[in-house]
């Protein structure tokens, strides 16, 4: 928290970040893109927002930062999404096609090597980093495109490559490949982030890379590889760091094993499907080949109502999810931590990987598709209650538990408040939260909610809004400062 802390603070994304995110399929065109949102809209799925990949570019490998012959109306698709409360998301990576506007402006600002025949910029110039970042809040964040995915910053995951420029590689700046290889991810999300800023519109982003003191910039890390498991135990220990790591969808064996992605990323800090590899959601049909060719499964309308439900439960979760991240940035508190980051003497919960904390008083425990129906659980002592069904359990030991594959292992502290939702399909600059307040066990409890216009940086002068939600010994709930509230509206 400390070291959070020293870094600036955790990032303080914008509400709708912390909603239901989708990537669409790799082929996709502006008529493709706009059918998949229509579709959202008419199923009654939250998405709040879009992502789009590599064919937007007219050249992608490397970049030319410019909308390709696929989306030729592209500004009219933007526009219609965000009338829609789409928020759109844009690949990309740092490798500059001569074809890219700004290429020729680049030529003395970066290294000696190129990479898939396009430059490497050397943003720790201040020149490359204005002109890379000019381009991007002229030409996008200010028509309409609410952030990016930053591709391809990281040389390589556990498989070795080849591809990216050498160590040797010499920048003007100084640098060598090796140090732009450790420095590059961070860069990259200080400038694009400065892009947003300059505009006073916040983002959140992906990236592929991060690096020490990145707690503060807007970006989830994320990977090419697909085991559930390593995704659960990377943004468990990502939490160590102050990083936050999405856990997304991107590879389903069976309908099992979505609905136990999608309850994993339902609890985690951006909740996220990577469709790119298939045109039809995966609700519809998890096999590639057979979603390719357009053939639903039989078991449809049941995989798309239960993915329907765990949106929902995201959605109804976000108030509480924006305050823990108010906390880290305030704080320096991940909202998605390690067991052991809550409690640091508590001997048992020094090896578990496999659940975490989200937000204060949630304690999550994920099932992957080789689990079954069943898992072991560690409980910290005290008591705790079951987030669904209110079950009691006595803490300060180990149990199995059982879950259908739509059902999730959540638990809850005595005393714990849990502010929660009622579900809208997408968060707009207008939505009011009607709010339904859960409480657990018999102790006093308290649990504060940030309130402020939830998309620009007027809180760093006008500060937040705080909503005090109290329980008593007697069972009562008491809401100060809530009467006067213009985001949420309570019902006791």
């Given at each position: 928290m400390r070291y959070n802390l020293f870094s600036g603070g955790g990032c303080l994304p914008p509400m709708w970040g912390l909603g239901m995110w989708y990537r669409v399929y790799g082929g996709s065109d502006e008529n493709h893109v706009k059918k998949l949102a229509k579709g959202f809209r008419e199923d009654k799925m939250p998405v709040d927002v879009i992502g789009i990949e590599p064919g937007w570019h007219s050249h992608s490998y490397s970049c030319t930062y410019e909308w390709g012959y696929l989306f030729p109306n592209h500004q009219e698709m933007v526009d219609t999404l965000n009338q829609d409360g789409y928020h759109v998301n844009l690949w990309e990576h740092i490798f500059v096609y001569p074809a890219a506007p700004f290429y020729e402006k680049l030529l003395d600002y970066s290294g000696d090597y190129e990479v898939w025949n396009g430059l490497v910029p050397d943003f720790a110039t201040e020149e490359a980093r204005n002109i890379f970042a000019g381009w991007h809040e002229e030409q996008f964040v200010q028509n309409g495109i609410a952030g990016f995915k930053l591709d391809e910053c990281d040389n390589s995951d556990f498989n070795p490559s080849n591809w990216s420029f050498p160590d040797s590689t010499k920048f003007p700046s100084g640098m060598d490949g090796e140090q732009m290889h450790n420095a590059v991810g961070v860069l990259y999300q200080e400038l694009i982030f400065h892009a947003?800023?300059?505009?006073?519109?916040?983002?959140?982003?992906?990236?592929?890379?991060?690096?020490?003191?990145?707690?503060?910039?807007?970006?989830?890390?994320?990977?090419?590889?697909?085991?559930?498991?390593?995704?659960?135990?990377?943004?468990?220990?990502?939490s160590f760091s102050g990083m936050l790591w999405a856990p997304e969808v991107r590879d389903c064996a069976s309908g099992e094993d979505l609905l136990r992605r999608v309850e994993t990323i339902v609890f985690s800090p951006q909740a996220l499907l990577n469709c790119w590899r298939i045109p039809n959601p995966p609700w519809e049909q998890v096999c590639i080949e057979k979603n390719l060719q357009n053939e639903a499964m039989e078991e449809r309308a049941f995989y798309m109502d239960?993915?329907?439900?765990?949106?929902?439960?995201?959605?109804?979760?976000?108030?509480?999810?924006?305050?823990?991240?108010?906390?880290?940035?305030?704080?320096?508190?991940?909202?998605?931590?390690?067991?052991?980051?809550?409690?640091?003497?508590?001997?048992?919960?020094?090896?578990?990987?496999?659940?975490?904390?989200?937000?204060?008083?949630?304690?999550?425990?994920?099932?992957?598709?080789?689990?079954?129906?069943?898992?072991?659980?560690?409980?910290p002592a005290g008591l705790w209650y079951g987030f669904f069904d209110g079950q009691p359990y006595e803490g300060g030991r180990r149990f199995s538990?059982?879950?259908?594959?739509?059902?999730?292992?959540?638990?809850?502290?005595?005393?714990?408040?849990?502010?929660?939702?009622?579900?809208?399909?997408?968060?707009?600059?207008?939505?009011?939260?009607?709010?339904?307040?859960?409480?657990?066990?018999?102790?006093?409890?308290?649990?504060?909610?940030?309130?402020d216009d939830f998309t620009s940086f007027q809180y760093e002068n006008e500060g937040m809004k705080e909503i005090e939600i109290r329980r008593g010994g007697d069972g009562k709930i008491e809401i100060v400062g809530g009467e006067n509230s213009l985001r949420y509206r309570f019902r006791i």
């Open positions: 947003f800023k300059n505009r006073g519109i916040r983002t959140l982003s992906s990236v592929r890379s991060s690096g020490a003191l990145a707690a503060p910039l807007p970006f989830v890390l994320y990977s090419d590889l697909y085991g559930h498991r390593e995704f659960i135990r990377g943004m468990v220990t990502a239960a993915c329907r439900k765990l949106f929902e439960l995201r959605m109804s979760l976000l108030p509480y999810l924006y305050s823990a991240f108010v906390e880290y940035h305030e704080l320096g508190i991940p909202p998605v931590r390690a067991m052991v980051i809550e409690d640091p003497e508590d001997y048992e919960a020094r090896g578990i990987d496999d659940q975490y904390f989200f937000g204060r008083d949630l304690l999550v425990c994920p099932l992957t598709l080789e689990d079954g129906d069943s898992r072991e659980v560690y409980l538990v059982q879950a259908k594959e739509e059902e999730i292992p959540v638990f809850v502290r005595d005393g714990a408040i849990v502010p929660m939702a009622e579900p809208v399909l997408c968060v707009r600059e207008d939505t009011v939260f009607e709010m339904t307040i859960r409480s657990y066990g018999r102790k006093e409890g308290a649990y504060t909610l940030y309130e």
